[in-house]
């Protein structure tokens, strides 16, 4: 048996993070068998859609993962190790959707917690798009409103942080950022007998590296989280770590300005796309790579 176009289009049709494609029709495919991820290119309508499908949950009717719409008439693509690229137009026109070379240091593990606005805890793999989440500096409300980046197949190491006088940690990785007495440090400088929880009495006990198999670096509306026990993490991590937690702008006089201020500031577009025209990021990944590729090529000039 095998998977038929069939299979693919009644995904298409059904799964909500395609909720925009209709009449969906399968036109070509190809198999990243590092990630055990399909690929699918099709048309609706006049429009053009990349599919990704996880074929490890069941090959036959596999879970869709991601969606993205894409310029011109497609007609091939294909993908290998994380990296996927489609020809569209006839074969006249090339485009890479994502590069493998992009950088995975930047996200939370899909078992980290982050706290809702019923002040319950829901894990990263869990969140949905639109869903009301805690205000860590305010402690008010904000919208969950796309993923900077999702990859829910890549082996990633993440820092597993333990504290003092209780059972729960988060998972980050080294580059991410999170607020240590209100200043947002690189995960790598955090260190035990560090106060970043909410309360005194639950300082870091221990950091150790793990594995876990998936990254997710949520947006929300103040650029913030809030973790369990109270612990403070930006929505954004250091793109070059050369530059640790800050970056100096150069003019008549040198303004330093931290990765945190810096990452808002580039996603105020999508902030007012979403708030003025209720647009959602539920699988774009593009976010991600437009921010990071950008940033880095500005440090590095």
């Not at 036109?27 to 006049?46: K, P, Q, W």
């Not at 990296?83 to 995975?104: K, T, W």
């Not at 205000?135 to 197949?153: E, I, L, M, Q």
């Not at 931290?258 to 979403?274: Q, S």
Request: glycine letters at 8%; hydrophobic letters at 40%.
């Amino acid at each position: 048996r095998a998977i038929t176009a069939q299979n693919i289009e009644n995904q298409c049709s059904s799964n909500a993070l395609a909720s925009g494609i209709n009449g969906f029709r399968a036109v070509t495919c190809s198999v990243d068998a590092s990630r055990e991820v399909l690929v699918v290119g099709g048309l609706s309508g006049s429009q053009s859609f990349v599919v990704e499908f996880d074929l490890a949950s069941d090959p036959l009717n596999p879970e869709m993962l991601t969606s993205q719409e894409v310029t011109g008439r497609i007609t091939s693509v294909a993908t290998d190790n994380g990296a996927i690229a489609y020809v569209g137009n006839d074969f006249s026109q090339i485009e890479v959707l994502r590069n493998s070379a992009i950088p995975i240091d930047l996200c939370f593990s899909g078992e980290t917690k982050l706290q809702t606005s019923d002040n319950n805890f829901v894990k990263m793999k869990d969140l949905q798009i639109g869903q009301q989440v805690r205000n860590s500096k305010t402690g008010g409300v904000d919208t969950f409103y796309g993923w900077a980046h999702v990859d829910r197949k890549t082996i990633v190491d993440f820092l597993k942080i333990t504290f003092d006088n209780s059972q729960e940690t988060i998972e980050v990785t080294p580059n991410h950022l999170v607020f240590l007495k209100g200043h947002p440090i690189t995960a790598s400088k955090l260190r035990v007998g560090d106060s970043m929880a909410a309360s005194e009495e639950s300082k870091i006990k221990n950091i150790e590296l793990v594995q876990r198999k998936g990254l997710y670096a949520p947006l929300t509306t103040s650029g913030r989280v809030s973790l369990v026990l109270g612990v403070q993490a930006s929505c954004y991590a250091t793109i070059n770590t050369d530059h640790g937690s800050y970056l100096m702008l150069s003019g008549l006089f040198e303004i330093p300005v931290t990765f945190h201020t810096l990452g808002h500031l580039w996603f105020t577009p999508y902030r007012i796309m979403h708030s003025h025209f209720g647009i959602n990021y539920a699988s774009n990944e593009s976010l991600f790579l437009e921010w990071s590729l950008s940033v880095s090529n500005m440090l590095n000039h």
